[in-house]
Nanobody
């Protein structure tokens, strides 16, 4: 069974850090672009960051540039999102997907999503 599973969410204070993981099972991520998206309560889903299949190209939404870092370990079949200096406006359900909202280097894409992990930034 093909699955994308996000983990690493939780409650963190403003200024804190979390690392999200997106693990694949049933297939390998090697050939795919991976995107992180988020959806805050009452808001539309937005793109956060993407990484090419090789990891050589990355993009970030302006709102997270300099604070978030996307990376991938194809040997572990996992993509990560390191989130630093978290702020209350980062509170959302974070999803990984086999796609990006724009072109980011090379790699396949398809409309396949994980179920998400909740990140809450609050004091």
């Amino acid at each position: 069974q093909l699955q994308l599973v996000e983990s690493g969410g939780g409650l963190v204070q403003p200024g804190g850090s979390l690392r999200l993981s997106c693990a694949a099972s049933g297939f390998t991520l090697d050939d795919y672009v991976i995107g992180w998206f988020r959806q805050a309560p009452g808001k539309e889903r937005e793109g956060v960051s993407c990484i090419s299949s090789s990891g050589g190209s990355t993009i970030y939404a302006d709102s997270v540039k300099g604070r978030f870092t996307i990376s991938r370990d194809n040997a572990e079949n996992t993509v990560y999102l390191q989130m630093n200096s978290l702020q209350p406006e980062d509170t959302a359900v974070y999803y990984c997907a086999l796609r990006c909202w724009t072109v980011v280097g090379s790699g396949y894409g398809m409309d396949y999503w994980g179920k998400g992990t909740l990140v809450t930034v609050s004091s």
